[in-house]
């Protein structure tokens, strides 16, 4: 080795020199080092490439791309592109599972956990189908390629593109117009526009696949460019209640023909529009007796404007309901009385928990004399107990005892007619109170002298009332050994 090429050692024999010239203290053994130094670091960089080497033994995924760009793509385009996965390690190189971020992009790899293997210096064709059927404007995704590289046992390829449509219809998807009288114009609109804005539209036909409804589309200006507007009618002898139709229209855009099908769904009302169709009440309130199920009630007037308002003839309630009818009411925009509103309230003697019935309304309509509007609710105890559940804890002697008041949640005189429970494991009584100088039961006392064994420490007391719906009260009672308090 010729140590007078070696760039350390000349750099080394320059400092030394320098110091030399500084003081003359430096010996040969100190120039002796430096070149022991020079050696070491030319037998390192001749063991760097066998080091390398070792660095990168075994599979080695390498891909042709990492980012598939298709850039502006026509919608209901299908495209195929190949990303060439090759093994440049020295070890088999497998491919586990490769997956898709989208629906819109699928490969050819197996999805039955098939195993592929590429021998070293070998590679495998990865074919990833891109269909624009389903997606719209500017999309992203990815392809993620497991395998056993312990570097990147993920890789993900990236892809981007732009969707354009050549036509688009405004709103998007099935188009719902709600309540209409039959016989009647829908009063929105269904639009059909160019995909790319500076295109010219035209329309070529328009038809409804069934006859219980008509179409009437017009191309109009709009802008620098056109659109065609759509317009619906509901038949004067389609039934009544939900319709569901398909519209389907031909356009051409810039010389380019265009099918377009949109479901078209909603309600056909008759000559009295009744709302709302039904009453759900949320499960988390809970409401009393006698009480207003909701604020606005249900409305009841003409379904087309200007039309003599219909009269209600009468209502029927089945269940634990109520109702009361306004008539000839006037909005708060206007003085013409336009409407009726039946109040819907729970029944006086409406029982606890999940309820449900139904208002029978009887109109002058010619359509509907009869409208039905199911009503479900939930329903609180009517008598409420202070406290609610008790613990008894007898101990040496002493009797544990409890004090229950009940109270009517209305406010009502409240009676307590009977009571019941296990005699062999407490007593109970009803304590009577003067009221205005009249004797009013509001409350019980109940007692345990001893804990009972431990299979029947819980029980209840029954309190019968002359409340409706609250006839019965359960008492959860527990009757138990004291609790030690630490200290």
Known sequence: MDLQACPVFRTARSSLQWRQSQKKEYTVPYRNVWKRTCVAVLSLLALSPMLMGAAVAGPKAEFSTYKIEYGTLRQGTITDKVVTISNTGD???????????????????????????????????????YDTAEVIGERSGAIIVSTNDTEQPSAVIEMLANIEALVLTRPEGAFLWGMAPRGD?????????????????????????????????????????????????????????????????????????????????????????????????????????????SEEGIIVRASRENEPLPEVLGTVAVGPLQCVIHRNVKPEWGNKADRHIIEVRTAPNAPPGAQGGTIYIMTSSKDQPIVTVPVFFRMGSRVLA?????????????????????????????????????????????????????????????????????????????????????????????????TVQAR
């Open 386 to 482: 202070e406290p609610a559940q008790v613990v008894l804890e007898p101990a040496g002697g002493v009797v544990a005892t409890q004090r229950i008041v009940l109270r009517d949640a209305t406010g009502a005189n409240l009676t307590i007619k009977d009571l019941k429970y296990e005699q062999s494991l407490m007593q109970a009584a009803i304590e009577t109170a003067t009221t205005a100088g009249k004797e009013q039961p509001a409350s019980i006392v109940v007692s345990a002298s001893a804990v009972p064994p431990v299979g029947m420490m819980a029980t209840v007391v029954s309190v019968a009332t002359d409340q409706p719906g609250a006839e019965r009260v359960l008492i959860p009672v527990l009757i138990r050994t004291p």
């Open 91 to 129: 070890a088999p190189l497998e491919i586990h599972r490769v997956q898709s971020s989208c629906p819109c992009a699928t490969t050819d790899f197996p999805e039955d956990g098939t195993i592929k293997t590429v021998a070293p210096g070998a590679s495998f064709p990865l074919t990833i189908n």
């Open 185 to 293: 114009e829908i009063g929105k609109e269904l639009v059909i526009i160019p995909g790319d804005g500076s295109k010219d539209i035209e329309l070529i036909e328009a038809h409804m696949a069934e006859p219980t409804m008509t179409v009437n589309a017009q191309r109009e200006p709009s802008g620098d460019s056109f659109r065609i507007k759509v317009l619906f009618s509901v038949a004067p002898d389609v039934p009544l209640g939900p319709l569901t139709n398909l519209l389907t229209a031909r356009v051409r855009v810039s010389g380019e023909e265009a099918i377009v099908s949109v479901p078209v769904q909603g309600e056909v009302a008759g000559d009295v529009l009744v709302m709302p169709q039904y009453i759900v009440c949320a499960p988390r309130l809970v409401y009393e007796q006698n009480q207003p199920l």
